[in-house]
């Protein structure tokens, strides 16, 4: 392998996963032995080497915060979930992350401690969201695990908040995996509010079955560098998804994000909707790709990307792209980067509004068509507030 890194031991991986049942242990010997011949991604405007989350280090177990568990689901932590066997765990853990893996991702399956296991049964459509919470504690590496199943026709909102303890230097190594049967819907909502400090890399995978629905919304306003790459699956016939995704970068916050939607199923549709804020000196580089392949046919996949820039420092790069090997179907994308407007600024302070409370105006303005297309009130409110509370002059 090309990299330099020191390497973990077969022997590091069997005392860590002692306790674990015989096929995870070998599942993490694998996924190490992977690790040793797979590169370490590479991104030319976000080097990787030097970032906490890259080391081969035995990572902490987060702590993970469940809150009210309704009927029909089941919530757990992840290390109790694979201590009492439940179903499910074999046949899915780390399977969505085998096809297009690389270096960190198969060092997050070989070493990754705790997370969360979110299930609901077959048919059942729960009343009020789920939520979770996973919190770092101290400044070490964590690398929690998400993995979420809906059973056919099940339908269920999730929220989970990644969060940390002021001035932590923690580096996170973490991934997030749902599983959707045929005719599942989900609204997975994350809000990623990291200290300034934190280093995350934080993969997101998802399979449709068919008519399944997936509703990605993200919001990135924490870390210092925290770098992404989330991979839809529709393979489902029918199968629907969306991302509705925003980030707000200040002082010299570092992001890297990006989301593919994989059509296989025919009829399938993709919508991916991204609206970014930076201010400062921070850099954000986002791309998304529509994926249709062969047989995908009547298959629909768009992009939008805009992100809005409140000084001159800040900077912005977009990367939409199309990769398309079926005739009969529609996708296209948008995308745009740009400072705020002087002219709107003077028009509002000339009429008493201070300098703060006119950034703040325009970026709830820029902010409200995304909102608008989100369907649980708390959570539009809850990202507006975050955002409006990060202007800064």
């Not at 405007?45 to 469940?66: D, H, M, R, Y």
């Amino acid at each position: 392998m090309a990299h330099t890194l020191v390497d973990l031991t077969p022997e590091q991986i069997a005392a860590f996963a002692a306790n674990e049942p015989s096929w995870l242990q070998e599942r993490r010997l694998g996924a190490l032995g992977a690790a040793h011949d797979l590169p370490l991604a590479h991104r030319k405007q976000t080097p990787l080497e030097a970032a906490g989350f890259t080391l081969p280090a035995l990572p902490q177990t987060a702590s993970v915060t469940v809150g009210d568990v309704h009927d029909g689901a089941e919530v757990m932590e992840l290390t109790q979930a694979i201590a009492e066997g439940t179903a499910d765990l074999e046949r899915h853990l780390g399977r969505l992350f085998s096809e297009g893996q690389d270096h960190l991702h198969a060092l997050h399956l070989a070493t990754f401690a705790g997370g969360v296991l979110c299930r609901v049964k077959r048919g059942r459509e729960l009343a009020s969201p789920l939520q979770v919470s996973i919190g770092l504690q101290g400044g070490s590496l964590f690398a929690p695990h998400v993995l979420v199943v809906l059973e056919e026709g099940a339908r269920a909102d999730l929220i989970v908040e990644l969060q940390g303890e002021a001035g932590s230097e923690a580096a996170v190594r973490g991934a997030v995996e749902i599983v959707l049967g045929d005719g599942a819907a989900l609204n997975y909502t994350e809000f990623q509010r990291l200290p300034g400090r934190v280093q995350a890399y934080w993969p997101r995978r998802a399979e449709l079955g068919r008519d399944a629905r997936l509703q990605w919304i993200l919001a990135d306003v924490g870390a210092r560098l925290a770098v992404s790459d989330t991979r839809t699956y529709l393979r489902g016939a029918g199968s629907e998804a969306r991302v509705l995704a925003s980030f707000f970068g200040g002082r010299r916050q570092h992001f890297e994000f990006s989301h593919v939607m994989v059509h296989e199923g025919a009829h399938s549709t993709s919508d991916i909707e991204a609206r970014g804020v930076l201010q400062g000196k921070a850099r954000a580089i986002y791309s998304a790709n529509s994926v249709i392949r062969k047989n995908a046919k009547n298959a629909s996949g768009w992009q939008h990307e805009h992100t809005l820039m409140l000084s001159e420092e800040a900077r912005a790069d977009l990367i939409p792209e199309l990769e398309i090997s079926e005739w009969e179907v529609s996708a296209g994308h948008a995308a745009s980067a740009g400072p705020v407007d002087p002219m709107q600024i003077y028009y509002m302070e000339s009429r008493g509004i201070t300098p703060v409370e006119s950034r703040r105006l325009i970026v709830a303005g820029f902010l409200a068509s995304l909102l608008a297309d989100i369907p649980l009130r708390d959570v539009r409110e809850q990202i507006a507030d975050i955002f409006l509370e990060k202007v800064e002059l």
